[in-house]
């Protein structure tokens, strides 16, 4: 379980994030929704640790992160996978090699076990084969799915997804999003997803946070944010023409 | 602005110097990269010298028409101008140009794509991952480069020398032997270590820093470059001060 309390950030004298508390449970999809500029990348950056936060604490099942040192993070970190916006494959690394990359730092794994988990972990995202390909021969959809396979390589306890269904087709976009929710509900880790995709929203977002200028504006389910009379949710969620219609 | 560069090197260098979470990963990446840096620049290296040893020998026996001076003075010139400073110094700059864009585009390639942020989230101490194993193969690799530098460029000289006829190649030879000091080998590597650790280190710090998107990452493989060369040259004159 993942705790945020009283969390503030900001850039330059801008207040990005202000007052979030939040309680991310394990087992459940996470999401956490607003428009473009309401926090949310910041929020999840703040959570795993790539930025600094101003006051409020970010507790990994009990443990203060937002108070640890470097070295103190790094066995959180180990439990911490992340799949970012755009992958972040690396680019001089085949795929099996990106996947085998945190069992080659972390485990004492011999080698035909990392590759018996590399190949587990490809089959648990439905990817056969493309162990020697390098991360430009693979299609926008494939490169999320070794992105969750890496991320997944460690058997975590927190999995954070960065905006999974950007530059994906409606279709990929569903299939990643059931990924995510099967590895969630199979693995009972905590997952934070981090989106402003609505078919997302309506899919898996068991638990939804909606963020406002920087504010948590909003909380509920995904049954619940369709009956929502909250003026801001609904303008975000029912935004198209079709949209609104689709729900009378 | 020059004392916040100045803090956020220092505070990189030490965390560049951290131990490494495995040394057996760490020794792949240096192994790799003394390939990209050493063996890759070889062919450049190698053109580079011989053309400097030629161009330094026709040109020192041009200016030097005079009777009372042996042509075997045209080879000791060439040998420690070579040695001494053409060598380290003109294929730093332009290893900079080759081997520091190449360092600073990759990092800040992966710094804009978020790949620098996967490492971190890992636990990867990514400063150390990303440069230390750069700094390692440079500082063992440019030394070897510039040793053979120093011999083509002399070959060089001798080629030339000999299809100009400015000078037999016993002259030529008997020059190379005159006066001979080898201290000016353990300046010349002195400097070329230093040259190395600048070039390596100049060009990682942009490219960590680098943000925004690809425009971002080609200024930061400029700036790397520019301020590589400018740090060898203001470092060159510092050790020729100081050791000569």
Known sequence: ?248 | MFFFHLGRYVLLLKSVFSKPENYRVYWREIVREMDTIGIGSLGIVCIISVFLGAVTTVQTAFQLVSAIIPLEVIGMITRDSTILELSPTITMLVLAGRVGSSISSQIGTMRVTEQIDALEIMGVNSSGFLILPKLIAALTMIPLLIIISMFLSILGGYVAGSLSGALSPSEYVAGLLRDWNPFIVTVALIKTALFAFIMTTVSAYQGFYTSGGALEVGKSSTKAVVYSCILILCADYIVAQLLL
């Open chain 1, 1 to 248: 379980m993942i705790e945020v309390k009283n969390l503030y950030k900001s850039f330059d004298n801008k207040q990005v994030l202000k007052d979030i508390s939040a309680v991310f449970k394990p087992g459940v999809t996470n999401l956490i929704i607003g428009g473009s500029g309401s926090g949310k990348t910041t929020l999840i950056k703040c959570m795993v640790g790539l930025h600094e936060v101003d006051s409020g604490e970010i507790l990994y099942d009990g443990r203060n992160f937002s108070q640890l040192s470097f070295k103190e993070r790094i066995p959180v970190r180990k439990e911490i996978g992340m799949l970012f916006q755009n992958s972040a494959l690396y680019d001089s690394m085949t795929v099996e090699q990106n996947i085998m990359f945190p069992l080659n730092m972390f485990s004492d794994m011999s080698l035909s076990e990392k590759k018996d988990r590399v190949n587990f972990c490809l089959k648990r995202v439905n990817l056969e084969n493309v162990n020697k390909l390098a991360p430009a021969e693979l299609s926008g959809g494939m490169k999320k799915r070794v992105g969750i396979a890496r991320a997944i390589a460690m058997q975590p306890e927190y999995l954070f997804c960065d905006e999974p269904n950007s530059g994906l087709d409606p279709k990929t976009s569903i299939v990643i999003d059931n990924l995510i929710r099967e590895i969630t509900e199979e693995y009972g880790i905590t997952t934070v997803v981090n989106t402003h995709d609505m078919n997302s929203v309506m899919e898996i977002g068991e638990h939804i946070i909606f963020l406002h200028k920087g504010e948590k504006w909003w909380e509920g389910s995904n049954k619940e944010i369709r009956l929502t009379d909250n003026r801001e949710v609904n303008e975000f969620v029912f935004a198209s023409k079709f949209s609104r219609e689709a729900n009378r």
